[in-house]
T-cell receptor, first 114, second 112 residues
Framework: GDSVTQMEGPVTLSEEAFLTINCTYT??????LFWYVQYPGEGLQLLLK?????DKGSNKGFEATYRKETTSFHLEKGSVQVSDSAVYFCALRVGNSGNTPLVFGKGTRLSVIA | EADIYQTPRYLVIGTGKKITLECSQT?????MYWYQQDPGMELHLIHY???????EKGDLSSESTVSRIRTEHFPLTLESARPSHTSQYLC???????????FGSGTRLTVV
């Protein structure tokens, strides 16, 4: 079945450090790919997405590129801030009808220290 | 403003009580979902619906039930709460395949 594997946390970085959170996927079809962020005490928020190979999603300084050849969608940010401390989820969805639920990774907790 | 709302945000109840967690969305989405989030953060799909009068069980076996009588409303009910039900419950709604979900803020349930 479809699945998402993301790097285990927690990840602890100093402010202004470079961030990479790895995400790879297995899908029976041609998926759309997503990154969600969950701040403490909140629900998940869509951070960025990409719907086809070589697409780059970006938002709030975060970027991820849909790599079909390596089945990956790694999240990157050049300079993290304390306010980026949160849990990050990679997810996929196969098909355009919306009749399949999103498949989530297990989440990666990021802590940024000043 | 289009949004999705969950009530209550926090709930502490005794074992054996019946409870209903509310979820409403104003975006006109047909598809709605309930996830249980364990302390280790992992999300488990417990119920979903593709429209009025449509409900399906998710990947994680759950003793809860859901109903979908109106498009905007997708409540989750526990007939007899137990300490093992202590968790965070997240509701979400979504449109077509590439649009992802919009999540509510969650209900943190504690059964004592």
């Amino acid at each position: 079945g479809d699945s998402v594997t993301q790097m285990e946390g927690p990840v602890t970085l100093s402010e202004e450090a470079f961030l990479t959170i790895n995400c790879t996927y297995t899908a029976t079809g041609y998926p759309s790919l997503f990154w969600y962020v969950q701040y403490p005490g909140e629900g998940l928020q869509l951070l960025l997405k990409a719907t086809k190979a070589d697409d780059k999603g970006s938002n709030k300084g975060f970027e991820a590129t849909y790599r079909k050849e390596t089945t990956s969608f790694h999240l990157e940010k050049g300079s993290v801030q304390v306010s980026d401390s949160a849990v990050y989820f990679c997810a996929l969805r196969v098909g355009n009808s919306g009749n399949t639920p999103l498949v989530f990774g297990k989440g990666t907790r990021l802590s940024v220290i000043a | 403003e289009a949004d999705i709302y969950q009530t209550p945000r926090y709930l502490v109840i005794g074992t054996g009580k019946k409870i209903t967690l509310e979820c409403s969305q104003t975006m006109g989405h047909d598809k709605m979902y309930w996830y249980q989030q364990d302390p280790g953060m992992e999300l488990h799909l417990i119920h979903y619906s593709y429209g009025v009068n449509s409900t399906e069980k998710g990947d994680l076996s759950s003793e809860s039930t859901v109903s979908r009588i109106r498009t905007e409303h997708f409540p989750l009910t526990l007939e007899s709460a137990r300490p093992s039900h202590t968790s965070q419950y997240l509701c979400a709604s979504g449109g077509q395949g590439s649009s992802g979900y919009t999540f509510g803020s969650g209900t943190r349930l504690t059964v004592v």
